[in-house]
């Protein structure tokens, strides 16, 4: 099996979670997605801050154009606005997509 044939496979599996994903301004295209929703802890001075975070693994064949900010993934029965830079893996077959309720 080659490394997309592998992808493909996981997101297709139990991990992937069935989700839409629209362009800003664009038509809506169903995806598998694998959501990340767990906290993220980072520091300020002298204080530990501990924040929720929602990521979402998408295949990067899935999508037309890379995801960019003002995109929207509506997943779970909620919808998510993409922000910041989403960022490929080194074998460029999946974004990482940092997401907040929209």
């Given at each position: 099996m080659t490394?997309?044939?592998?992808?493909?496979?996981?997101?297709?599996?139990?991990?992937g979670?069935?989700?839409?994903?629209t362009?800003?301004?664009g038509?809506p295209?169903?995806v598998?997605v694998?959501?990340?929703?767990?906290d993220a802890?980072?520091?300020?001075?002298?204080?530990?801050?501990?924040?929720p975070?929602?990521?979402?693994?998408?295949?990067?064949?899935?999508?037309?154009?890379?995801?960019?900010?003002?995109?929207?993934?509506?997943?779970?029965?909620?919808?998510?606005?993409?922000?910041?830079?989403?960022?490929?893996?080194?074998?460029?077959?999946?974004?990482t997509?940092?997401?907040?309720?929209?």
């Amino acid at each position: 099996m080659t490394f997309a044939a592998d992808t493909t496979a996981i997101f297709a599996g139990p991990l992937g979670a069935d989700a839409t994903y629209t362009p800003a301004g664009g038509a809506p295209v169903a995806v598998r997605v694998i959501p990340r929703q767990a906290d993220a802890e980072t520091g300020w001075q002298e204080m530990r801050i501990v924040l929720p975070t929602t990521i979402f693994l998408v295949p990067v064949a899935a999508l037309a154009a890379a995801p960019v900010t003002g995109d929207t993934i509506a997943y779970g029965g909620s919808t998510y606005a993409v922000q910041g830079a989403p960022v490929r893996d080194e074998r460029r077959l999946r974004w990482t997509v940092e997401a907040r309720p929209a």
